[in-house]
C-alpha cells in the first residue's frame, strides 16, 4: 500500500551530526502524522519525534533542543537533523508514518520503514 524509503545512517562522531531522511510512496491517499523512532537492543521501540500534517511536533525529552524534525508534504518527505549525538542516540532507527491509503482513503493505517542503522564513535 505505502512504502517508506529510509536514508542517512551511518557512523558519527561523538558531538557530531547526522541526517536522516524517510519518503513515502506507492498508494498514497493522505498522511497525517510521520516520525522516527528508534530501538535498542533490550528495550522497546521508543518515540524519537513526530510531526503532524499540520507541523505540531513532538520530541522525546532525551532529544530536545539536539534534534529536529520537519517535513515536505508535496514530497512526502520527513527529516530528521540530528546534532550533537550521544552514544545513547546510536541504534536502530525507523521511519513511521499514520496514512490514509488509495484503496481505503477513509482508514488511517500505521506504516514502518525497514530501519536504518545510527552509529557513533568517540
Known amino acids: 500500500q505505502v512504502q517508506l524509503v529510509e536514508s542517512g545512517g551511518g557512523l558519527v562522531q561523538i558531538g557530531g551530526s547526522l541526517r536522516l531522511s524517510c519518503a513515502a510512496s506507492?498508494?498514497?491517499?493522505?498522511?497525517?502524522?510521520m516520525g522516527w523512532y528508534r530501538q535498542t537492543p533490550g528495550k522497546e521501540r521508543e518515540l524519537v519525534a513526530t510531526i503532524t500534517g499540520g507541523g505540531n511536533t513532538n520530541y522525546a525529552d532525551s532529544v530536545k533542543g539536539r534534534f529536529t524534525i520537519s517535513r515536505d508534504n508535496a514530497k512526502n518527505t520527513v527529516i530528521l537533523q540530528m546534532n550533537s549525538l550521544k552514544f545513547e542516540d546510536a541504534t536502530v532507527y525507523y521511519c513511521y508514518c499514520s496514512a490514509k491509503s488509495l484503496r481505503t482513503p477513509l482508514s488511517l493505517w500505521d506504516y514502518w520503514g525497514q530501519g536504518t542503522q545510527v552509529s557513533v564513535s568517540s
Open positions: 506507492g498508494s498514497v491517499f493522505s498522511i497525517e502524522t
